[in-house]
Structures are given as C-alpha cells and as structure tokens.
C-alpha cells in the first residue's frame, strides 16, 4: 500500500464526521481528536518498533512490553475508580497474566524471543486482559454496591470477607471473561480477527494464518482468566476492614 | 456471657453523627424492644453489638471485656442476627442451615432439630428457598441463626414485611426461644404494641441519642422524659414534634 492511498483511506472519516455531524451526536470533535491520535501514535510506535526489532535487544523487548502493561493497567484502572491501589492491582494482575502466557508460548516453542514475536503477541494479550480486568472491577464494584444486605447477611453469620464475597467474586471474574469466550465461539464465522485479516493481507497463506490465530486465541483465554481471578481476589479485600466489616 | 455494657457509645459516618454518647447495660436472659423513628439510628445500634461497624467514640464490653478483643467470627456466632428482608441463600431451606456450621467446618447439622425449633416440621428441609412465604423466610433465616447456637439474637424489623398472622408466630416463637434456650433478645420494632408484647426492657432512640430505657412496662405506662411521652403517642416523627 502507498501513501497516497493511505492518505486517501482517511477520508473515510469523514464519512463518520458527516453521521455526527447531521446527526447531532456531537462527536465530531472526539472523532477528529480520535483520529489525529491514532495517526500519531501508530506512526510514534511504528518507528519504536523499527528500531528495536533492528536492535533485537532482550532489554528494549521487555522494557516495550512493560510500558504495553503499564499503560494498559493505568486505563482499566479508570474502571474501578475509587477502590483504593486498584492501579497497582490491575497492572500486577495483566503483568502477571501476560508473564504466564509469554512463558508458557516461548517454552512450547509456539514463538520465539525475538522483538518481531514477543511485542505483538504481548499487545495483543496485553489489550485484552486490560479490556477483562477493567470489566472485573467495575463489576465488583457494583456488586458490593448493590448487595450489601447480602455481604452482611454473610458477615452476621460468621463468614470472613472472603468467605462472603465468594458469590461476588465469581460475577465479577465471569463478566471479565464473557466477551473473549463469546467471541471464541463466533471466531471465523462472524468475525475474521484483526491479527489474522492482517496476516492474510500480508501474504501469508490463510491455513497459516489461522494457525496462528487460534495460538492467538488460546493465549488470549488464559491471560484474560488469569487477569481477572488475580485483578478480583487482590481488589475485593478493599472493600473489608481487617475486622471482616463491609466499608 | 451475662452482661453487654455500652460506654459513652458514638458513631460518626465522617462527619455525620448517627450514634451519640450512649451508654447503658443490656442483661442477658431477657427480650429488649428498641423502638424510635426512622433514621433513629436502632439498625446502626445493633449493628455495633454484633460488630458489622465499629464505635468511633466509647466503647462497648462484654461482661467486662472491650468486644475489640474477642475473637471476631466468633463473637458473630455467639450473636445472631435476622433482618427486615431476609437474604436467603440460594438454594434449599437445608442448604441455609447448614451454612453457618458449614463454614466453621461442621458437616453434621441436625438440619430437622432447627426446622422443629422454629416450628416447622423437616419436610421443609428440601424445599427451594424461593418457593417460600415471607413468613416461613424469616423462620429459615432464625432457624439459620440458631444454627450457629448463639447466645444473642439481634432483629432488626422481623415482622415489618409480614401480616398479622405471621406476625404472630414469630412473636410466640421468639419468645419460645427466648426461654428454652436462654436467649438474649435485642428486637427493634416499628409496632408500638409489639415492643410491649413482647419486651421485658425497652429503649427509645431519637436523633441517634438513647432518650430512655427499662421496664418495658414501666416505660409504657409511666414513661419519664417528654419525647418518649410523644413518640408514643404518635406524636413524634423524624421531621420533629407534630
Ligand atoms: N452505611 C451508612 N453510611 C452512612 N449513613 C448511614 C449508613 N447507615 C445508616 N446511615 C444513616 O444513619 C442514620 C441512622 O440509620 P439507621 O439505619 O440506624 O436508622 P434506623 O433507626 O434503623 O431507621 P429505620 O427505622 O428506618 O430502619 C440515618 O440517617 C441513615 O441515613
Ligand atoms: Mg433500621
């Protein structure tokens, strides 16, 4: 593709301005803003990566990945506003998640620790466990929100905060799992998913390029599971005293 | 335990003052009626005895020990408590029973005893919790209480949601309890004649203050501070004096 068509692919934009505009939804703004951003950055992190895929520097690869996770955990951590450190825990849970899977790809050999490999495969678990784990502790939140009777029904009965949350827990795990198993089932039929419409574009043969997506796939079940269980058990305690009393 | 002995009792919700200087003793063997307006703060009162919250000001003893020191989930069994609206656990009525022991890793409850203690007979045990009335709820939820064999028994509101019949049964029940197993009763009431019916003691909370307390006979028929003498005729509502 040159950049001539690019540039002109970007008038479809318009097209999006224009249903604003006439609409009145009055997102043109946020759309522009949208765009320039994304143009911007994809640009900034197209040419990070050109230069440490040519370094090919363990300590450049994992200090990408890093950031990847630090960003993510700042922006899920939008979602559970107002638990205390919930930062901290979003971005342990997503490290810990993606530390797993990368681990797990590497010594499978399903990939190899080579920048061209372990960014885009970590962009990829990365941005999904943050999507998950942000729809965990929103969750959570509400729960304890909505249920306080019931926590306290649980409390009164000599259960720890652990113990009475346990129902909570599981809602609020599930709900960050949902969209990827959901979209597990409908994969191929419904959607052909980003990385594999890429690869197809890129010339890779569409057998291949599925057997990468369904690695994709796995790997994105597992750091999204173990996101959320990890992401739940550490906020929830937020929500108790030490004494097992409801805040 | 004998003796449950609030000093100087306060509770603040960061600046909001729900519970001030409140200190009076509770005996235990006897069934106390706290009744006061909406918002009073009884719940709050109650809610302190069994820890759910903590005072901010005082401190509340048990036969002379700060409650702060006692064992937390312990100090939960030992005392009961059964709400407005009962949250039954999903599930069957045994399911509920056993919860309490379950927990504290007792697997043989003797589901049918409690069932029988609160008068119901153990092909209840089975049942879905969904497909009972309110006033068999609130039975499960006592019965779920005494599973746990505590001491104490806090209600906050039992009756509130049920009709006068059920009403009723619970009134004769509670009162059963209260003398086969020695219970100590703290029952908050919105109906005036039920905190005489059943009551040996009552306590009047207003604006998060203990106006008066003792016999509950004594207390209805010659109360001795003025807005006791008006909440109990009628005449006294959250908003103020009418
Ligand atoms: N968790 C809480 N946080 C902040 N304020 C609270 C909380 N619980 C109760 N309150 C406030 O404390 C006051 C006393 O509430 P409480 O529930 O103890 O009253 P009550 O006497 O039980 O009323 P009711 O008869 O309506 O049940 C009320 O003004 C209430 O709004
Ligand atoms: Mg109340």
């Given at each position: 593709?040159?950049?001539?068509?690019?540039?002109?692919?970007?008038?479809?934009?318009?097209?999006?301005?224009?249903?604003?505009?006439?609409?009145?939804?009055?997102?043109?703004?946020?759309?522009?803003?949208?765009?320039?951003?994304?143009?911007?950055?994809?640009?900034?992190?197209?040419?990070?990566?050109?230069?440490?895929?040519?370094?090919?520097?363990?300590?450049?690869?994992l200090?990408?990945?890093?950031?990847?996770?630090?960003?993510?955990?700042?922006?899920?951590?939008?979602?559970?506003?107002?638990?205390?450190?919930?930062?901290?825990?979003?971005?342990?849970?997503?490290?810990?998640?993606?530390?797993?899977?990368?681990?797990?790809?590497?010594?499978?050999?399903?990939?190899?620790?080579?920048?061209?490999?372990?960014?885009?495969?970590?962009?990829?678990?990365?941005?999904n466990?943050?999507?998950?784990?942000?729809?965990?502790?929103?969750?959570?939140?509400?729960?304890?929100?909505?249920?306080?009777?019931?926590?306290?029904?649980?409390?009164?009965?000599?259960?720890?905060?652990?113990?009475?949350?346990?129902?909570?827990?599981?809602?609020?795990?599930?709900?960050?799992?949902?969209?990827?198993?959901?979209?597990?089932?409908?994969?191929?039929?419904?959607?052909?998913?980003?990385?594999?419409?890429?690869?197809?574009?890129?010339?890779?043969?569409?057998?291949?390029?599925?057997?990468?997506?369904?690695?994709?796939?796995?790997?994105?079940?597992?750091?999204?599971?173990?996101?959320?269980?990890?992401?739940?058990?550490?906020?929830y305690?937020?929500f108790?005293?030490?004494?097992?009393?409801?805040? | 335990?004998?003796?449950?002995?609030?000093?100087?009792?306060?509770?603040?919700?960061?600046?909001?003052?729900?519970?001030?200087?409140?200190?009076?003793?509770?005996?235990?063997?006897?069934?106390?009626?706290?009744?006061?307006?909406?918002?009073?703060?009884?719940?709050?009162?109650?809610?302190?005895?069994?820890?759910?919250i903590?005072?901010?000001?005082?401190?509340?003893?048990?036969d002379?020990?700060?409650?702060?020191?006692?064992?937390?989930?312990?100090?939960?069994?030992?005392?009961?408590?059964?709400?407005?609206?009962?949250?039954?656990?999903?599930?069957?009525?045994?399911?509920?029973?056993?919860?309490?022991?379950?927990?504290?890793?007792?697997?043989?409850?003797?589901?049918?005893?409690?069932?029988?203690?609160?008068?119901?007979?153990?092909?209840?045990?089975?049942?879905?919790?969904?497909?009972?009335?309110?006033?068999?709820?609130?039975?499960?939820?006592?019965?779920?209480?005494?599973?746990?064999?505590?001491?104490?028994?806090l209600?906050?509101?039992?009756?509130?949601?049920?009709?006068?019949?059920?009403?009723?049964?619970?009134?004769?029940?509670?009162?059963?309890?209260k003398?086969?197993?020695?219970?100590t009763?703290?029952?908050?009431?919105?109906?005036?004649?039920?905190?005489?019916?059943?009551?040996?003691f009552?306590?009047?909370?207003?604006n998060?203050?203990l106006?008066?307390?003792?016999?509950?006979?004594?207390?209805?028929?010659?109360?001795?501070?003025?807005?006791?003498?008006?909440f109990?005729?009628?005449?006294?509502?959250?908003?103020?004096?009418?």
């Amino acid at each position: 593709m040159n950049v001539l068509s690019l540039v002109m692919s970007s008038s479809l934009v318009l097209i999006s301005i224009f249903i604003s505009y006439y609409q009145k939804l009055g997102v043109e703004k946020e759309i522009v803003i949208g765009s320039i951003r994304a143009i911007v950055q994809l640009t900034f992190v197209g040419y990070i990566l050109h230069y440490i895929f040519y370094a090919n520097s363990i300590l450049f690869t994992l200090a990408m990945v890093i950031a990847m996770i630090i960003v993510a955990g700042n922006n899920a951590a939008k979602r559970g506003s107002g638990i205390p450190h919930v930062f901290y825990f979003i971005t342990i849970s997503i490290a810990f998640g993606a530390a797993i899977t990368l681990t797990a790809l590497i010594l499978f050999g399903s990939i190899h620790f080579r920048p061209q490999e372990v960014i885009p495969v970590s962009g990829m678990i990365i941005g999904n466990a943050m999507v998950s784990s942000g729809l965990t502790v929103s969750r959570l939140k509400d729960e304890v929100k909505s249920r306080r009777h019931e926590i306290e029904t649980y409390l009164a009965l000599g259960a720890n905060s652990r113990q009475a949350s346990q129902k909570i827990l599981k809602i609020a795990i599930k709900t960050g799992m949902m969209p990827t198993i959901d979209s597990m089932k409908t994969l191929g039929i419904v959607q052909l998913p980003g990385m594999m419409t890429g690869l197809i574009l890129g010339g890779v043969d569409p057998v291949n390029a599925v057997k990468y997506q369904m690695m994709v796939t796995f790997m994105m079940t597992s750091t999204t599971a173990i996101a959320c269980f990890t992401v739940a058990l550490l906020s929830y305690t937020q929500f108790f005293t030490k004494n097992h009393q409801l805040i | 335990m004998k003796k449950i002995k609030f000093i100087d009792v306060g509770f603040k919700d960061h600046d909001d003052v729900i519970l001030k200087d409140i200190s009076m003793e509770i005996s235990f063997g006897y069934i106390y009626t706290i009744i006061g307006p909406s918002g009073a703060g009884k719940s709050t009162f109650i809610k302190l005895i069994n820890r759910l919250i903590d005072p901010t000001e005082g401190k509340i003893l048990i036969d002379e020990k700060n409650i702060k020191d006692y064992d937390i989930i312990k100090l939960r069994r030992r005392i009961g408590m059964v709400f407005q609206q009962p949250y039954l656990f999903e599930g069957t009525v045994e399911d509920n029973i056993k919860y309490g022991p379950m927990i504290r890793g007792q697997r043989d409850t003797n589901v049918d005893y409690y069932l029988s203690m609160v008068g119901l007979d153990k092909s209840y045990r089975t049942r879905k919790v969904d497909d009972l009335s309110g006033g068999e709820a609130q039975r499960i939820s006592i019965a779920r209480s005494l599973a746990n064999e505590p001491t104490v028994l806090l209600l906050d509101e039992p009756t509130s949601a049920l009709d006068p019949a059920s009403t009723q049964v619970i009134e004769d029940l509670v009162i059963e309890l209260k003398n086969k197993l020695n219970l100590t009763i703290i029952w908050i009431t919105h109906n005036m004649e039920q905190a005489k019916r059943v009551g040996d003691f009552t306590i009047f909370i207003n604006n998060g203050r203990l106006i008066e307390y003792g016999n509950t006979k004594a207390f209805f028929s010659n109360p001795k501070n003025d807005l006791t003498r008006l909440f109990i005729n009628g005449k006294l509502t959250k908003e103020g004096i009418e």
